[in-house]
């Protein structure tokens, strides 16, 4: 039993994990052909110079020479398509499962909205934005309460407010007017770049330093502008309210979008 239980748990882990052997698998197999290539050469070459007094020529033809030293290179060859498997497999998984991801995603954005629909047709928009600050206040305070800026609530911090970003779950000190021009300064860039795209991670670099607030992995397949035929900016939900008395918090919410995909990732 205990051996069918540590079968399972190496299966499992091997799925999880498997563009990344494949990836291994492919460079290994790379390096591989190399080596292989390199060392079967100089027996091709003395087969190519017995095939030539064997037919008494001068030059082989390329058949001729195949038959001379193709077995030579049959590891290097086997190698390299190995190789070459394993990194187009590698790439395929992990697009399947980034697809997976944000149609995932896509299937969360439309019943989110179907929920918040129903909430505000049954409560009236003005208890349902009640009901909106105050979970987004109560989810601020848990996320506070283990972040490492808890320890400085205290402290003065220039102007700057404890803030809370929604899609990441990250806390860091910010104002308003800081919010205000990276939200101009990211949907300018938008309109002005040659694709009329920008990143999550842009928005983070503006909003604070890298150090405090650093980029995501997926940030830079995420972010604003055009999306399909539409331009999707960014459009900051601002949630005002207390950490605790004497300590003010902000909630930046927004809409995110894959940039390839062009589904909304919020």
């Known amino acids: 039993m ?6 399972q748990m190496v299966v499992k882990k091997a799925r999880d994990n498997l563009p990344g052997i494949l990836t291994a698998v492919s460079v290994v197999g790379t390096w591989s052909a190399m080596i292989f290539g390199i060392k079967a050469t100089p027996k091709a070459m003395e087969h190519i110079e017995e095939k030539k007094k064997e037919l008494k020529k001068d030059k082989l033809t390329i058949v001729e020479t195949v038959q001379a030293c193709g077995k030579d290179y049959i590891p290097a060859v086997g ?3 190995v190789a070459t498997a394993s990194g187009i497999a590698s790439a395929k998984i992990s697009m399947d499962r980034t697809a997976a991801v944000a149609g995932l995603c896509a299937a969360t954005q439309e019943a989110l909205s179907t929920y918040q629909n129903k909430v505000v047709e049954t409560l009236g928009e ?11 206040m109560d989810r601020a305070k848990k996320i506070i309460d283990n972040s490492p800026l808890k320890d400085q609530l205290d402290i003065s911090h220039d102007g700057k407010y404890i803030t809370i970003d929604a899609f990441s779950g990250r806390a860091f ?3 308003i007017d800081t919010i205000n021009n990276t939200q101009a300064a990211v949907n300018k860039t938008a309109w002005d770049s040659w694709d009329n795209q920008t990143t999550l991670n842009d ?3 503006l909003l604070d330093d890298p150090v405090n607030l650093p980029p995501l992995e997926m940030g830079n397949h995420l972010g604003f502008g055009r999306v399909g035929s539409n331009m999707e900016l960014l459009d900051f939900k601002v949630t005002h309210g207390w950490y605790r008395e004497g300590i003010p918090c902000i909630v930046l919410n927004y809409q995110v979008w894959d940039l390839y995909s062009g589904k909304p990732m919020t």
């Open 126 to 136: 003005t208890k349902e934005q009640k009901l909106y600050d105050s979970a987004q």
């Open 203 to 205: 928005m983070y670099t």
């Open 79 to 81: 190698s390299a398509v």
């Open 173 to 175: 000190w910010c104002n």
């Open 2 to 7: 205990k051996m069918k239980k540590v079968a």
